[in-house]
């Protein structure tokens, strides 16, 4: 039932929401910014153009920025813990109803894959947050570092951890680490 439940035109719309979600809530940020006067030194001490390392840089009170940062915040981890709460709750509902032990096997294995996914991105989310709004005591290259993390972390995991999943691919790799002898 997935591909008739997730229909190309579902899959757009609920792409189109994430896209404008996206845009509706950074774009308040980058407009906040732009009003601001910024100090002699305009170098980010990060490895990309971290909001939060772009307000460090301004001269004056950031007050505004801090408040809104820490609203879009709450929304958006309300939002996303709710849905992903509610959707978790109606899969296990329809999986425990199923008679079969081996697809309910699967299918908890799928969520449990799933939340291994999510798990990074929000963890270290939540620290990066943290630590730029009461962490001052955090050397910076831990903050640089943490901030990488959630970048690259889980985009790399993703198809790692459903890559492990695959049968095939298990059995390729058994016997690429018995050649070697690890």
Do not use: W
């Not at 997730?6 to 774009?27: C, D, F, I, K, Y």
């Not at 002699?40 to 801090?66: F, G, P």
């Not at 993703?158 to 049968?167: E, F, L, S």
């Amino acid at each position: 039932r997935h591909s008739s439940i997730l229909s190309m035109p579902v899959v757009t719309a609920l792409g189109s929401l994430v896209l404008l979600r996206g845009v509706l809530m950074v774009s308040p940020m980058c407009f906040l910014l732009h009003r601001k006067d910024f100090c002699q030194h305009r170098v980010i001490s990060h490895s990309y153009c971290e909001h939060m390392a772009v307000v460090k840089l301004v001269c004056e009170d950031t007050r505004v920025n801090a408040i809104y940062c820490f609203l879009v915040a709450i929304a958006v981890a309300t939002f996303d813990i709710t849905v992903i709460v509610l959707s978790y709750t109606m899969i296990l509902t329809a999986v425990l109803r199923l008679s079969f032990s081996n697809t309910q096997h699967k299918a908890i294995n799928t969520c449990v894959s799933h939340v291994c996914v999510i798990l990074p991105f929000y963890v270290s989310a939540i620290f990066t947050y943290v630590t730029h709004r009461y962490g001052h005591s955090i050397p910076q290259h831990i903050h640089i570092l943490v901030a990488n993390l959630y970048l690259l972390v889980p985009p790399m995991l993703n198809p790692i951890i459903y890559g492990v999943r695959t049968k095939q691919l298990r059995d390729k790799i058994v016997v690429l680490f018995q050649r070697k002898r690890i």
